[in-house]
C-alpha cells in the first residue's frame, strides 16, 4: 500500500523511514514540488517517491506533516477529501518564534478536521520529536506507544493496523476532543512521553 505524505521535513522523514521499514511504499510531497526532493527520496531508498502535493493527497492514507499556518491553504486546496484517512502530525505553533495559535477552544485536530471535509481525520505522531519516530519503535523488548485519536473507529483500526506494521504500539485516546486535549501541544499531558509497551 502507497502512503501520501504532505511535508518532506523532520516530521516527514522519519515517518517515512518508518513506513518503509513497515513494508509500505511512500508518496512524499512538499513545498518547492517534486524536482526538490531527489536527495530526499534518494536518501529514503527505492520505496519511496516524489509527489506533487495533489499526487501524495490522492491516496488512500495521506498523512499531513507540514506547518501549522500552511494548513488552510494547501489542505483546501485539495479538491475532493472523500472517504480518504488523515494522519494529522501537526501542532498548532509556528516556527521560528513558536507562537500558539488561537482555536477558539477546539483542539487543534478538530480544527484541522474542518480543512478536510468527508476526510476521516486520526490525530497521531504530534507528541514525539521525529528523532524519536525515526529510531527503531521495537526497544528493550517491547514496542514503542504512539498516541492517537479519532472520530472514526474504522480509520483508527486501520491507523493502529499501519502502526502495528511498523512495530509501534498504537494507543487509542478516544475521540478528537478528548483524546486530541490530552495530545495538545502545548497544554496536554501527553508530549514528549516517549513509553514503550511491553
Ligand atoms: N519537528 C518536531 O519536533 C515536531 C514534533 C511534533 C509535530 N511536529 C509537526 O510536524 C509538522 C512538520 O514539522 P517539521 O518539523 O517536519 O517541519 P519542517 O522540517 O520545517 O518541514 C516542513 C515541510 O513542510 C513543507 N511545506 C511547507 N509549506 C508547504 C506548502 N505550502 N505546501 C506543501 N508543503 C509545504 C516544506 O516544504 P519544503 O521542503 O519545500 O520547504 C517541508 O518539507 C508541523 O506541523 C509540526 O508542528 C513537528
Not at 18 to 27: E, K, S, W
Not at 39 to 61: K, M, N, Y
Not at 126 to 139: K, Q, Y
Amino acid at each position: 500500500m502507497t502512503i501520501g505524505i504532505l511535508g518532506a521535513g523532520a516530521m516527514a522523514r522519519a515517518l517515512a523511514k518508518r513506513l518503509v521499514a513497515g513494508g509500505f511504499t511512500v508518496a512524499m510531497s512538499n513545498r518547492r514540488g517534486p524536482t526538490s526532493l531527489t536527495d530526499v527520496v534518494t536518501a529514503l531508498g527505492p520505496a519511496v517517491r516524489a509527489a506533487t502535493v495533489e499526487q501524495a493527497a490522492a491516496h488512500p492514507i495521506v498523512i499531513v506533516a507540514i506547518p501549522w499556518s500552511q494548513l488552510p491553504s494547501v489542505l483546501g486546496g485539495i479538491r475532493d477529501w472523500h472517504d480518504r484517512i488523515v494522519i494529522d502530525t501537526t501542532n498548532p505553533i509556528e516556527p521560528p518564534h513558536f507562537t500558539v495559535a488561537d482555536l477558539e477552544g477546539r483542539t487543534s485536530s478538530e480544527v484541522v478536521s474542518g480543512l478536510v471535509p468527508a476526510a476521516r481525520l486520526v490525530k497521531a505522531f504530534n507528541t514525539l520529536t521525529p528523532s524519536v519516530i525515526a529510531r527503531d519503535p521495537r526497544e528493550g523488548g517491547g514496542h514503542r506507544v504512539i498516541f492517537y485519536c479519532g472520530n472514526d473507529n474504522e480509520a483508527k483500526a486501520d491507523v493502529d493496523a499501519v502502526l502495528t506494521a511498523c512495530g509501534f504500539a498504537g494507543v487509542d485516546l478516544g475521540d478528537l476532543a478528548a483524546g486530541g486535549r490530552l495530545m495538545q501541544f502545548p497544554g496536554g499531558s501527553l508530549p514528549a512521553l516517549n513509553l514503550i509497551k511491553l
